[in-house]
């Protein structure tokens, strides 16, 4: 709506009208990500090339800022991974399997990373069907991920963007990540039952999601790409973080409520 030149977002005259503090609150984000200027105006370059890509703009920030972390390569793959619902098939019966399926290619630092193993493995399987299937994996989603992430690197070449590859340096990746993601960090309750976590921000109760490779891994410190309610609300796609990261990559957003989040 910025890009299209509709300035007076809370006063627009919406079909079905979000709350105010849900708009307060994304309008507060997309300052933060350096999207929006003082005057809610795009900025330039980066609020610009935001509006332009089909993503959500937390995934659009952490691609635009992978290259200053010398990852943009890695990261294009994982903000593809982001665009599909899962790439995982689980069937019953085999829940043994499954998880030892899952077990060959997870990451220690969560799942962002781990998708870049299944990306991997994928090519070297020369994109088997017969390999997805071995592997619990969906081969249409892996090839819709390698379709979107073709999209992707169209878009940055548009935008003058080279991109770079960080020889399996995580930090790089999971700095990049929480340079979009920062607004959904998290700290494990240290006397909170069964793994919960509080947010950063707002400190609701979240708990990482049995889907992740960080189920009861549980970490100190994490940052999550999206929240699903049932019962509870669960965090999706989840990297293990340290919390230092979060004051460089906003110390803008975490002055006010967290100005030194630290490890209790």
């Known amino acids: 709506m910025k890009a299209l030149g509709i300035d007076n977002i809370l006063g627009f005259d919406w079909p079905a ?16 990500l350096g999207i929006l200027d003082e005057d809610a105006k795009l900025t330039v370059p980066i609020g610009f090339q935001v509006a332009e890509m089909p993503l959500d703009p937390m995934i659009s920030k952490m691609i635009l800022s992978a290259n200053d972390f010398g990852c943009s390569d890695e990261i294009l793959t994982i903000a593809a991974f982001l665009s599909v619902q899962s790439v995982w098939v689980s069937m019953r019966g085999v829940k043994k399997e499954f998880d030892e399926a899952k077990l060959r290619f997870a990451a220690a630092e969560g799942d962002h990373v781990t998708f870049l193993n299944i990306y991997k493995g994928f090519h070297q399987s020369g994109k088997s069907s017969q390999w997805c299937y071995k592997n619990f994996l969906n081969h249409q989603a892996l090839k819709k991920v390698i379709e979107i992430r073709a999209q992707l690197v169209r878009v940055m070449k548009r935008f003058g963007i080279q991109l770079k590859s960080c020889d399996r340096d995580m930090q790089a990746v999971r700095k990049a990540i929480i340079a979009g993601s920062f607004a959904n960090s998290c700290h494990l309750e240290e006397y909170g039952q069964n793994g919960m976590y509080k947010t950063i921000r707002t400190s609701q109760e979240v708990y990482i999601h049995p889907s992740s490779v960080l189920f009861r891994v549980n970490p100190k410190w994490v940052v ?11 965090m999706r796609n989840v990297i293990a973080i340290e919390p230092s990261w979060l004051t460089e990559a906003a110390p803008h957003f975490y002055q006010f409520r967290t100005p030194n989040p630290a490890p209790h």
């Open 224 to 234: 999550y790409q999206s929240l699903v309610s049932t019962d509870k609300h669960y």
């Open 17 to 32: 009208s979000p709350s105010p503090e849900a708009m307060i609150r994304a309008l507060e984000i997309l300052f933060s």
